[in-house]
């Protein structure tokens, strides 16, 4: 049976949309999601459709109801909260939510780590305490229903799902409800007519928005415009990171934490991550000083600061920039890592990118009843559905390809396409926004014999990804950027239109090698120079020395007469062997050799 995903997507929806420059005839016909704000999610079913990046499932054991990536949910299934209630789930005891596991956090006093994707062994084992620890001190409590939002608990759903008549039936576009005040919210569409940002407009001009994260001695601020720059980039008005050590090493939470629950440790990295947390304290408050009046200016302030020390360092003290109970502020609705500023960008990009789900409405409802019949504990649990066969296929090939390339097994994988007739052109599974093809992949992953067979096979290197660059264009290594312009050379200008695919004019594969050739002839030179200047370095140090000691012994003025260069010279190599004195006549040969030829070259 046909399904949403064998559909090609819509003209309007072929690149990503950002929410404060919507196209006018996606702006002019929008409409409430028959008129509920929640997303249109397929549920699992004896035969689930393939998962795309708009695909995403629910967890009922976190009473997430759904997510908008297949990322999201994976990133979740690793979080600090699935792996908590899995464990009280196994124990027997209720299930908490996002914002009673943050108020946890919280009252446990403890900073996290920053980062739940960074890979570190240190902050894995953080993690681990933290959780093990909110364990045992939330055995036996019940869910903080009164502290728990009212709005939140009328709907959940972090997003406000619409529809418009210039797109397909089944298609729904959705943008973060943290964007919009309580207000906006009564009327959305009101609301997101109002944001919109004519591009181009002046960056300094526009409305910004701040985003602020800390956590486990890392911190990472941003102001950033609405309006991106002419190319869609990210316009950043000012940013600035920090980084102090502060978190116990292989034991996690911060020495404040520490002290409150065991009393004051007297050890010299206690009174370092102690002193730590004062000046990162202090250097976040100054540097909010210095931009009170762009976060003034700013629209809506997002932060994310766990833990009682974190948010004094923001709220709570005279002059603070940002109160507590400021509107503008708000949370990060799905999951972020260590505070970097590339994170941050990342995250702005999430917050403004229009999500688009495209299931067909019967089909999710046949899937709902089919469901429905299934109320055993397994089906409650939620687990990730099971791929179906043409996607296993999909995945099989997928990985095998990606394998060759990495290992730049150009003649294996063109061998591998062959035997199971796949095209050079062809798509990896799960779609990728920045590598959608081999080729883009190859480029990326900076292996050129790849590139050269596969262009050489026929692959296209026109085809864009969805950000609108070609696989030139996102080549990890000057290498592989010679291979397009050689394969330009050797393919010929007929072939493709290589001006669609940003490739310079191209090259041989002989002047490749002679600038190659050169370029290593020219830091082997650097090096060689560099040698020489050492020499010269520790001969003059070993001649000074002997001179300090013969000072030391004799006296000064002992030696009469007037040194000639040929004493001085005798003097340097005094006490050398004979073998010495020969290689160091030769090194001093060979420069002066080499600094008159460099004087007749000039000279010319």
Known sequence: MATAQDKPRHPLLQKPLYVYSLPETILDTLTLADGSATPIAAPTSEEPEAPTEDNGKACALCRVESFVTVQDRRAHYKSMLHTFNVKRSVAGEKTVEGEEFEKMLENLNESLSGSESSGSEDEEESATDEIAQLLRKHATVSPLESLEDKSMKQNKSPLVWLSSSALDADARLGIYRALLTQDELDAPLDSLRKKQIP??????????????????????????SCAPKQGGEVAVLAHKTFHRYTTR???????????????????????????????????????????????????????????????????????AVVKANDPRIRGFPFTTRRPTQSELIRCFQELTRVKVSTHVEKEVQKAAKDLSKKTTAKAAVGGPPKPSAEETKLLEHTGEITSLIKRSKASALLAYLKQHSLSPDFKLHPANHHTPNILHFASASSSPATVTALLKEGADPTIENTTGKTAFEIAGSREVRDAFRIARGELGEQRWDWSAARIPPAISKADAEKRIARERELKEREDRAAREANLKQLEEDERTKRMEQRVKKVGVGKTLGVKTSLSEREQGTQGLSEEMKKKIERERRAAAAEARMKAMQQGR
Not at 213 to 221: E, N, Q, S, V, Y
Not at 284 to 305: H, P, Y
Request: overall charge positive; some cysteine; charged content about 25%.
């Open 249 to 319: 090493r292989k034991q996690g939470g911060a020495q404040s934490a520490n002290d409150a629950a065991k009393g004051a440790a007297h050890s010299a990295g206690a009174s370092i991550r102690r002193y730590n947390e004062a000046a990162l304290r202090q250097d976040i408050r100054d540097l909010l000083a210095s931009w009170k009046g762009m976060v003034d200016k700013c629209e809506l302030v997002f932060i994310r600061a766990t833990g009682t020390e974190n948010r004094r360092a923001l709220f709570g003290y005279d002059e």
């Open 199 to 224: 591009i181009p407009a002046v960056q300094n001009n526009a409305r910004s928005v701040a985003m602020i994260m800390i956590g486990g001695g890392h911190f990472a601020a941003m102001i950033v």
